[in-house]
């Protein structure tokens, strides 16, 4: 199946898929067969294929792609005919955000870098004199313990560093991490 692997909200994707066959070697084409494909994640988007030659064509819609939240959608290619149906693809896809459409508050970081700048600062604050823990009539409050923050924080620099590097190879600049070696 010829579905993106990314997509950014409010962009238009069309792609083509060619005809298969079933698990006893019967043709799956678009002369008979309905292709849709099921998309699932923050939203939901069902997009019916079009006959192409004995295949099929799929577009995604402006509209439909901006009206999907940005996430991960994972997605079904399901052929039917008549009370048959056949399971042609399945998977993932990644829903980006328009940036364009995007207010001025706009923060385009992961999760993990978000949340290495929330360990760092709370590290700063129990290290510059922050109280670590305090109580308010009978309320209390106890912040995380230090070691537990370093902790976090070792952890989230791990997967900031894998995001990092794998944003570096799709981008077509290499594995940061290869070691390449010349004889002579």
């Not at 009370?83 to 993932?92: D, F, R, W, Y």
């Amino acid at each position: 199946m010829k579905i993106p692997r990314e997509l950014m909200a409010g962009d238009s994707s069309t792609w083509d898929d060619a005809a298969s066959k079933d698990n006893l070697g019967n043709s799956i084409d678009s002369g008979s067969w309905t292709l849709t494909y099921y998309l699932r994640g923050q939203g939901t988007l069902d997009l019916t294929a079009t006959a192409q030659g004995s295949g099929w064509r799929t577009t995604i819609s402006e509209s439909q792609s901006a009206a999907l939240a940005p996430g991960v959608y994972f997605w079904q290619a399901r052929a039917v005919n008549g009370s048959s149906k056949v399971t042609l693809g399945s998977g993932q896809m990644r829903v980006q955000p328009n940036i364009s459409a995007a207010g001025a508050n706009f923060d385009g970081r992961s999760q993990a870098k978000k949340d290495l700048e929330a360990v760092q600062a709370a590290i700063r604050a129990l290290t510059t004199g922050g109280v670590a823990e305090y109580t308010i009539a009978n309320r209390s409050v106890r912040k995380v313990d230090l070691p537990d923050l370093i902790i976090r924080e070792n952890t989230l620099k791990t997967e900031v560093a894998r995001e990092e590097k794998a944003e570096k190879i799709a981008n077509g600049q290499g594995n940061p991490h290869a070691l390449f070696v010349r004889f002579k």
